[in-house]
């Protein structure tokens, strides 16, 4: 069955939307040596040369028309989403000031006007954490975050999150969370409805068990989301709110 995977404690501590302002990532980014090329002990010449060649290939990237851009992203890359707004989605480990946690989160927006939101412990995905666009709109930005991690017993486990971003009311909400499955959901938006549908989805055992949900948004609240149709009658969307500003540093810049 499907799980749900939420910062209860870190919820309630961020329960109001804060906009926080942030510097143009393009024209203020840190220069500095890929840590291949600086760590002499557990990497060579080759792997610094692979480095710098991946480096020039996300600049040149920034120069692809957005419907061309590969729009998939690693850890401590903020990835441009649309040219003409400058429009970001960026996945960061960070510190949270307060309560000293340390933990993956997205940083959304357009220059001066960024959001952070907290998504999971920084440490529980050793393996692979990334983010892929899976549609963006003028209203909406629709992506999935991966994470992969080593269980205790070294199997590998693989966790698949999808985000809905809001544009209008800057809002971050958890759709949905799953195992892999070989067919992506879909995310459409029609006359202030949202509609979500994956209608292929497969348990576990291999059972199908198709899943929509038809949903609006009218602020900025938990409260203001509000579901029709749902698969299991259910509104199980959780919302992200914003860490301040002043609340986290992040730990990869």
Known sequence: MLKKYSF????????????????DVTSNTKKKLPIECTDHDNFDMTDCEKARQLEQWVRDQEKVPDDKRFLSAMMGEDLLIEKFSGFRIGLHKIQIAVIKDMVTSVKIGVPNVTGMYAMGAANGCDIISSIDILNNTEYFTFFRWECQSTKKNGAREKRYDYYNYDKHYRRLDNVISSSYQKIYPSLTYTKGTYKFQWLNYKQSDGTPNPIFYNFKISGNRPADLK?????????????????????????DE
Not at 10 to 23: D, E, P, V
Not at 229 to 246: F, K, L, S, V
């Open 8 to 23: 209860l404690i870190l919820s309630a501590f961020l329960c109001f939307i804060f906009i926080a302002n942030a510097k």
């Open 227 to 251: 579901c029709g149709r749902t698969w299991n009658d259910e509104c199980d969307i959780t919302m992200i709110a914003p860490i301040p500003q002043n609340q986290y540093k992040i730990l």
